[in-house]
């Protein structure tokens, strides 16, 4: 949370002061007679287009002369931040490269909130949000993050996490088997793996007891006790999946221990919060591969 305090108060200060900037920018440039706006990809289909003769005064309204290929480019412009001023004399010139180094930096900070979505926001936060850039007709919040935007949001997020994740890579033991398991088993136990090497222990662990309870409900059907489950309205129930294992199915009784070890942890991780670490995470994954080498391999 504090870190998404921390996102949130830069972002509106930046857009508070981008849009100061912008309207500042509008109005030298009208000002100074000049009324076109454009984005860099229009001004660089205008200023050098493929087969266009196009001369540096080209403005909107010579669009007539570019082919419908590139006309495609100004639509697609408009959902982008990479927009910039036409004309803007000289001794402006700082204005303008503070609102181009605000415009990239909002840019990244977008594709931050994309993983931290930012909550408590007040009615005058919202009207920067959802106002329309000073040379587009689209807001802040609906504009996709270039491509340089979100190249460094990736390579930031690398730098910072790639030795914690080549250590989790280091810890895990690998899997060997004399059996196979199905398709959907080993899709979601591969996916345990991934949320527990990038950091996403609530997801790692829930994943697991998943896969243990998928095994064991479908285990305790095909022995045709499937009717001791709990049925779709969560009525009906007589026993629960552990007691079916180890009462009915006589079940060894290490397999049903880590069995509950698993679900254990995995519903003290979704309620209380504190409960969430890394170590935690690897000892569900130690428990489940044990769990998968042991179940009763009939089905």
């Not at 200023?47 to 570019?66: H, K, N, Y």
């Amino acid at each position: 949370m504090d870190y998404q305090r921390i996102l949130k108060k830069e972002l509106l200060e930046k857009l508070k002061r981008y849009f100061e900037l912008g309207d500042q920018l509008c109005r030298i440039q009208a000002e100074d007679g000049f009324i076109a706006s454009l984005s860099l990809e229009e001004k660089e289909v205008f200023f050098d287009p493929p087969e266009v003769e196009c001369s540096d005064e080209a403005l909107p309204g010579d669009r007539e002369e570019i082919p419908e290929e590139i006309e495609k480019q100004f639509e697609e412009s408009k959902k982008t931040l990479n927009f910039t001023f036409l004309g803007i004399p000289n001794q402006h010139k700082k204005l303008l490269d503070e609102f181009l180094i605000l415009q990239n930096e909002i840019s990244c900070l977008m594709v931050e909130c994309k993983y931290y979505p930012l909550t408590g926001i007040d009615d005058k936060s919202f009207e920067l949000l959802r106002r329309k850039t000073p040379a587009q007709e689209i807001n802040i919040s609906e504009a996709i993050p270039s491509e340089d935007s979100i190249e460094k949001f990736l390579e930031e997020r690398m730098i910072t996490e790639a030795e914690e994740v080549k250590k989790r890579i280091k810890s895990i033991a690998p899997l060997f088997l004399d059996f196979q398991i199905d398709p959907t088993t080993l899709y979601f136990y591969q996916q345990v793996l991934r949320c527990y090497t990038y950091g996403m222990f609530e997801a790692s662990c829930v994943l697991g007891r998943a896969i243990t309870e998928t095994i064991a409900k479908k285990y305790i059907r095909y022995k045709d006790y499937g009717h001791l489950l709990v049925d779709k309205d969560k009525e009906n129930k007589t026993m629960s999946v552990q007691a079916i294992l180890k009462n009915i199915l006589a079940i060894d009784t290490d397999i049903v221990s880590l069995y509950s070890k698993i679900g254990n942890i995995a519903d003290n991780i979704l309620h209380r919060k504190d409960m969430v670490n890394e170590e935690r995470t690897f000892e569900v994954i130690k428990l489940l591969q044990e769990f998968l080498k042991q179940f009763p391999k009939s089905i």
